[in-house]
């Protein structure tokens, strides 16, 4: 059978699943890129006999709502090549913008020398290694309280040659343990509420102790609220994912936990409310 025919007999059966059409697409990229062969040159051959299996096979999975990152192994993000499976978050495009955002504070705040940082909740290590890779300035520590998690964010260092230190424990505690203090603290913590309904494929197949954030999904960034002053250095920014739909919660608990400190919500690509820096002593953008 053809590519082209492939595709779209497998199109069709994304669509009768509610799976997005351009996944089959995606897939065959990603596959075609790892054989070293040109997809849209071959588009209208038959498709190699080796790849059929693989291709049948993974398509079968996705059409059982698994998502196609766990299929192939690995994510894409912020260019680098990150190593995902059932232990760690996949990480999304919205976690990206943060990583940039963050970059650009760097700059601004920190132009020269050797910058301090720490990603708690690390996960795969997606937000680590892009700040890492993309300002060799930076030095860089990252925790996790799952082991498992930071099993598969020390492989995707090591794939990326990103030079990081790595800390089992509870959100703020290791750095706490070790005296270390922050120019720049980052987090994407879990902030689902607990009750809130996922999709199949996030919620079957995503690790819960990377998605939920208590009753009201704020339980971390309240703890990172009180005890951030014992890491961070006088001068110091903190950066946050959040949900799109806490822009006020998330305002309220700033402002009682650290009154008068500037803060500010940035939205997604999407428009939506998505991310929140800290300032101690340094520069909105
Ligand atoms: N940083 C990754 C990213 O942005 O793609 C993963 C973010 S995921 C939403 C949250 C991460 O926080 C998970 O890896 C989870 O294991 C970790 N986590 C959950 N509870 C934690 C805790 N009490 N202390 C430290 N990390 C925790
Ligand atoms: N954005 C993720 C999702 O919707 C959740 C990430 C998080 O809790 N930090 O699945």
Redesign the pocket.
């Known amino acids: 059978m053809k590519i082209s025919e492939y595709v779209r007999k497998f199109e069709a059966l994304c669509e009768e699943h509610d799976i997005p059409p351009e996944t089959v697409m995606s897939f065959l990229v990603e596959l075609s890129q790892r054989e070293r062969w040109n997809l849209y040159l071959h588009y209208e051959e038959d498709m190699p006999e080796d790849l059929v299996p693989e291709f049948e096979a993974g398509m079968e999975r996705i059409l059982n709502d698994e998502p196609m990152a766990h299929v192939l192994g690995y994510s894409w993000f912020y260019g680098y090549r990150i190593p995902v499976n059932e232990d760690v978050?996949i990480p999304?495009p919205?976690?990206e913008e943060l990583c940039a955002y963050t970059l650009a504070r760097i700059d601004r705040n920190f132009p020269e020398g050797e910058v301090v940082c720490a990603d708690i909740g690390t996960g795969s290590g997606a937000i680590a290694i892009t700040l890492c890779k993309e300002e060799p300035r930076v030095s860089m520590t990252a925790t996790d309280i799952s082991e498992e998690a930071l099993v598969m964010a020390r492989k995707a260092a090591e794939l990326n040659g990103a030079n990081i230190r790595f800390l089992a424990g509870d959100m703020l505690q290791p750095l706490i343990e070790q005296g270390i203090r922050l120019d720049v603290l980052v987090c994407?913590?879990?902030?689902?509420p607990d009750d809130e309904a996922?999709e199949r494929s996030?919620v079957d197949f995503?690790p819960h102790v990377?998605?939920?954030?208590g009753s009201d999904?704020l339980k971390f960034y309240r703890e990172v609220f009180r005890g951030c002053r014992q890491v961070l250095k006088e001068k110091a920014f903190m950066a946050f994912?959040?949900?799109w739909n806490q822009r006020e919660a998330m305002s309220r608990l700033v402002e009682e936990i650290l009154p008068g400190v500037p803060y500010e919500i940035l939205k997604d690509m999407n428009g939506k409310d998505r991310m929140l820096f800290v300032y101690f002593n340094c520069d909105k953008q």
């Open positions: 978050l999304r919205e976690t994407n913590p879990p902030y689902i996922m996030v995503e990377a998605l939920f954030g999904g994912e959040m949900g």
